[in-house]
């Protein structure tokens, strides 16, 4: 029963940034690694990137990799995916996941809990 909620999705030209918030509610948030995913209609959910429980580690797809930056504020229950340089390829639905601890973080099978989605669109 964690809820997680994301927002801050939208319409974007490339090269462009995005931030978005992943807000958790229900249990306790420190106890979960949190991943970043995104789905394009057709195509396979794919991880993006995830950082662990206290926020010791991070790690990113190589699509995303000097582009993308995750942190997490514990505090406010919240994890963040900073976007820049965004790229049409970019387009999806992008979800927060959250796990306890696993070996294999871009695998959707891992994670217990999903939130409804936000959608990032790159377009001119």
């Known amino acids: 029963q964690l809820h997680l909620v994301e927002s801050g999705g939208g319409l974007v030209p490339p090269g462009g940034s995005l931030k978005l918030s992943c807000v958790a509610s229900g249990l306790k948030f420190d106890y979960y690694e949190m991943g970043w995913f995104r789905q394009a209609p057709g195509k396979e959910r794919e991880g993006v990137s995830h950082?662990?429980?206290?926020?010791?580690?991070?790690t990113y797809a190589n699509f995303v990799e000097g582009r993308f930056t995750v942190t997490r504020d514990n505090n406010k229950n919240t994890v963040y995916l900073q976007m820049t340089d965004l790229k049409p390829e970019d387009t999806g639905r992008y979800y927060c996941g959250a796990h306890t601890r696993g070996n294999h973080w871009s695998d959707p099978a891992e994670y217990d809990w999903w939130g409804q989605g936000t959608q990032v669109t790159v377009s001119s």
């Open positions: 950082i662990t429980s206290l926020g010791q580690r991070t």
